[in-house]
């Protein structure tokens, strides 16, 4: 069995690489637990040294997502399974929407297209975003029944490659899955172009002795979910058959529902005695408008009935990252 | 003012051109009502003989939808406004996905990305359709807030271009606004590929002295119009300011929703003494399975307000075709 990975070299992209590598196998396009001999991890450029924790079974290649021929060089097997995690993220894409158009809309193209030409029907997880929420008709919690009418070129290409999922899988061309992610924490290294990128910094910088500057009130409010259980619930929502998602294969994650202040509390709580960076807020209307065009509470009940997993608070996930980047 | 009608020489494409040509003016970009002085219609092949009731004011351009370069010929002037009418039909779609992919989906974004590339915002109603909604979540009554999980790749499509639409408004690349059709009736000529091709056939067919096999069970349900409305709530579209669509630019038109029994009724009422083509019912499996993936009804309180039409009855529609097509 190979496993291909786009955006493999990414923080997740990474952690899951890892993950597999511990499990050793995963469901073939039969449905059967099968070996991993290969984990392919692409993304659009080689990371200056091999990342730590990948062992023979892993090979890194870089190329641009937007070139077809790339794309279907990568699935080359029928024994096979696709994460498309590769993305230009939000405010990344608010910035440039012919980059995020190429990406997103045209590389997942490409991916579905490369699994289509097997005849194996093979496994694919999207990395899909509770950014598909959003605009004026969004309800106060957002979910598998809400309205997709998202205010970012980022959400609109992951709505699109979720609707294409669908259709791809009812054609029979592949056996897709979309895990629709709420913000992820806690992200180790530098802030990225995300919008977001301020939830991990609010947690990281104070923990590497590092002031940090808070682009958003704390009152701001999100759904988000701890980096393990993101993993656990991409992985896990690969295993499971397809016909216990029907025909819209797209599953919003499990998540928290906290305040940014929620987020400092537990920080100072966890931190114990160790000397943390300061907390400054300083609202940037760039960052605070398309966090308000977020959704604010979000449901996930097929999630947890398919057996996803999620931590139990923000204590948890701030433990894990001592633990896994800290210690 | 210049008018691009895609898929121009189709049924719609024709009758919205003859009301543009009657009303003469249509507003511009700046929201101002401007005389037009050139309607071009494009579609996929040459009619063998120019239609009725066109001008000098209409040029027709046969082309294919799907080239850039094409499309971006199109659409050569600062004072334009584009109706997006082209596309591969239900049935069609399921029968070729990637000609549906390539003139639904391509086809869509070469025509958004032309008006992009004027410095105007120009005006862009694009036809969207009823089947963007369906599936096993689907409501019994569908509109402007339900979730789209379509189940052809007509839909999907469809949904997609809609999602667009509102990306490339929201991003000031162009004004658009999506008219979300029901089914159309009563269309003269012949049979398309469309599932829903039935829906006319059975007043038309009968109307005609022609037996007609009808390829459902008349308890069949589904929200329609005339072609009356249609075109003149897609004309209103265009003429609704910006600011009073907010963010969500698809509108779903107004419809009635009837079964193929009440279709049959109005057709014996308001036929007379004329002498019916007999009606046999032999329900056929492709079709029955399309139809029961779409709306069984719908609301639309939306267009209601922004002032698109309605007939008031079945009858009505059945007279319109009669005064229209064969007196």
């Known amino acids: ?19 597999l590598l511990e499990k050793g196998s995963v469901q073939n396009p039969e449905g059967q637990a099968a070996e991993i001999d290969e984990i392919l991890l692409f993304d659009q450029v080689e990371p200056p040294a091999r990342p730590e924790g990948l062992d023979e079974r892993v090979r890194i290649v870089a190329g641009d997502i937007s070139d077809r021929d790339t794309v279907f060089g990568l699935v080359d097997r029928d024994d096979i399974s696709v994460f498309h995690l590769a993305s230009v993220v939000s405010g990344g894409g608010e910035k440039d929407f012919d980059l995020a158009m190429r990406v997103n809309l045209h590389g997942g193209l490409n991916v579905f297209e490369a699994c289509r030409a097997r005849v194996s029907q093979p496994r694919v997880v999207f990395a899909s975003s509770i950014a598909v929420f959003g605009g004026a008709g969004m309800p106060d919690s957002v979910g598998d029944n809400t309205k997709q009418t998202p ?69 701001t409010v999100m759904p988000l979910l701890g980096y393990r259980a993101i993993v656990d619930g991409i992985l896990a929502l690969h295993e499971v058959p397809g016909e216990d998602l029907g025909d819209d294969r797209a599953v919003s994650l499990p998540s928290l529902t906290v305040t940014v202040a929620d987020m400092m509390d537990a920080l100072y709580r966890v931190a114990g005695d160790r000397t943390l960076g300061k907390i400054a807020v300083e609202p940037d209307p ?41 210690s």
Chains 1, 2 share one sequence.
């Open 1 to 19: 069995m190979k496993v291909v990975i786009t955006g493999g070299t990414g923080f997740v992209g990474l952690r899951l690489a890892r993950r």
């Open 151 to 219: 205010q970012t070129t980022y959400g609109i290409t992951k709505t699109i490659c979720e609707l294409l999922v669908n259709d791809y899988t009812r054609k029979g061309f592949l056996d897709g899955r979309s895990a629709r992610l709420p913000t992820v924490i806690i992200r180790p290294g530098k802030p990225n172009l995300a919008a977001s990128s301020f939830v991990s910094g609010v947690f990281r910088e104070p923990l590497n002795g590092v002031d940090f500057v808070l682009p958003v009130r704390p009152e």
């Open 286 to 326: 760039f960052i605070e408008a398309i966090c308000a065009s977020w959704a604010q509470d979000a449901y996930f009940d097929r999630a947890t009935a398919l057996g996803l997993p999620r931590e139990d608070s923000l204590d948890e996930i701030v433990s894990y990252y001592i633990e896994d980047y800290l």
